[in-house]
């Protein structure tokens, strides 16, 4: 019984460090992509640390975004595989 108790928290453990894995890749991805945007037209002063701040919560944002979906459709994808 121990051990399959091992296996299950060993489980979520490597669950949880790909997770975090995914989730600041996906940020970074969309910093990368975000810093195409013309970013100057939506801001008075580009170069400003408010300008900044904002840029990295959009990333963050989007970045959690498209992490969830990544991670969702590789749950998604490995359940449809036990079921199909």
Same mark, same amino acid.
Not at 16 to 42: D, P
Not at 56 to 84: C, K, M, P
């Given at each position: 019984? /121990?051990?399959? !108790?091992?296996? *299950?928290?060993?489980?979520?453990? +490597? +669950?949880?460090?790909?997770?975090? *894995?995914?989730?600041?890749?996906?940020?970074? /991805?969309?910093?990368?992509?975000?810093?195409?945007?013309?970013? !100057?037209?939506? /801001?008075? !002063?580009? &170069?400003?640390?408010?300008?900044?701040? *904002?840029?990295?919560?959009?990333?963050?944002?989007? &970045?959690?975004?498209?992490?969830?979906?990544?991670?969702? +459709? *590789?749950?998604?994808?490995?359940?449809?595989?036990? +079921?199909?």
């Amino acid at each position: 019984m /121990v051990g399959s !108790e091992e296996m *299950l928290s060993s489980s979520v453990i +490597y +669950y949880s460090i790909a997770s975090l *894995l995914v989730m600041l890749l996906s940020i970074a /991805v969309c910093w990368w992509a975000l810093l195409g945007l013309k970013f !100057e037209r939506f /801001v008075r !002063e580009p &170069g400003s640390v408010q300008a900044k701040l *904002l840029h990295l919560i959009f990333a963050v944002i989007l &970045g959690h975004q498209f992490g969830n979906f990544l991670l969702d +459709y *590789l749950r998604l994808s490995t359940w449809f595989r036990e +079921y199909f």
